[in-house]
């Protein structure tokens, strides 16, 4: 883990990285609500009884993209090997059936062939086959082109020429399929989406007055994510005035970013957050729901196109109710340095606490009287470096 070897601070998570669980929190964590979205990304979803299997098989490229590395593996060398056995097979039977083998037949002399200096009389399909193992030494060569040169195809056999065309195609056929999913396979979207953190906890603080959900998302890499969006959803399980049961209802719910809309541009880590008003689905959220019984799940997505790659990728988490922080905001972490901007990582997941009302959205909104009976946190002041000009020229007497 990268995290063990101090090289990417505790205070967040990766996003395809699992969170390390203590020791002491594993009994607690049974008793939670199943994650739909795990903090690493990974969507805990078993697909059971299905029963038409063979729409897998109708995309062969995709089947063969998604399984795991072993089994592509397998699959890469016994794509080969069976091909190079089949024709290796084809080659011998031609080879039997037009007499090669027969070492009487080989060792024929034509008298009138020989007078025009032709040693041999017999013209085999291919030449210097002699069992199946000079035939499967033939059919490697043929398919992976080698060609060493002590085996050949002659024009005696039509039937040989036709097997080596289609030894040729299906070869070529068998090399883009193949070598295309190992290309796919190593330059996965995820990937990338390794190095797109998310913190750790969510938080609800006040901001501009309003009660807001927030969370902070960044990038480590230095190339960026073209045209990234986030969006939200709230998981939970609902029911209609009909009775009808949903048990995963996922919601959209509106939110807000430093540069306005779902666009934003990673640069730097940057705070999201989403304004809890009456269309919010957290309108009735208050600190006693923030509990790991609560049936809530805010999943979050960040999406874009890899600068180097241009291959969509996409980074997901999920905050459950007890990884939600009420009263607390995430403390700055960029700072102007020596002429450019500088951010610090290990406190990318630190908060700290402010006065926040311990009320929903709601009974906020219907008395702002609240507000009144709250000590505001002062706000944060810049600090104004102090910069020395050195003259660009002084001025001395002359010495007399």
Known sequence: ?????????????????????????????????????GKNGACNVAHKNIREQGRFLQDVFTTLVDLKWPHTLLIFTMS???????FGMVWWLIAFAHGDLDHSTRLQRDPARAAE???DGFVPCVTSIHSFTSAFLFSIEVQV??????RMVTEECPAAILVLIVQNIVGLVINAIMLGCIFMKTS??????????FSKHAVIALREGKLCFMLRVGDLRKSMIISATIRMQVVKKTASLEGEVVPLNQIDIQM??????????????LI???????????????????????DLEIIVILEGVVETTGITTQARTSYLADEILWGQ?????????DGRYSVDYSKFGNTVKVPTPSCTARQLEEDRSIMDTMPLSPKGTIRKRSVKLKPKFTITDEPS
């Open 256 to 269: 807000e970013n430093p540069v306005g809309g779902n666009s934003i541009f990673l640069v730097s880590p």
């Open 145 to 150: 082109t080698i060609g060493f040169g002590g």
């Open 329 to 337: 905001r995430f403390v700055p972490i960029v700072a102007e340095e």
């Open 80 to 86: 080969f090997l069976c091909s190079w056995l089949l």
């Open 117 to 119: 200096g032709v040693p």
């Open 188 to 197: 996965q979207a995820h990937r990338r989406a390794e190095t797109l953190i």
């Open 272 to 294: 999201i957050y989403h304004v809890i008003d009456k269309n919010s689905p957290l309108y009735d959220i208050s600190p006693v729901n923030l509990h790991h019984h609560e």
């Open 1 to 37: 883990m990268l995290s063990r070897k101090g090289i990417i601070p505790e205070e967040y998570v990766l996003t395809r990285l699992a969170e390390d669980v203590p020791e002491h929190a594993r009994y607690r964590a049974r008793e939670r609500r199943a994650r739909f979205v």
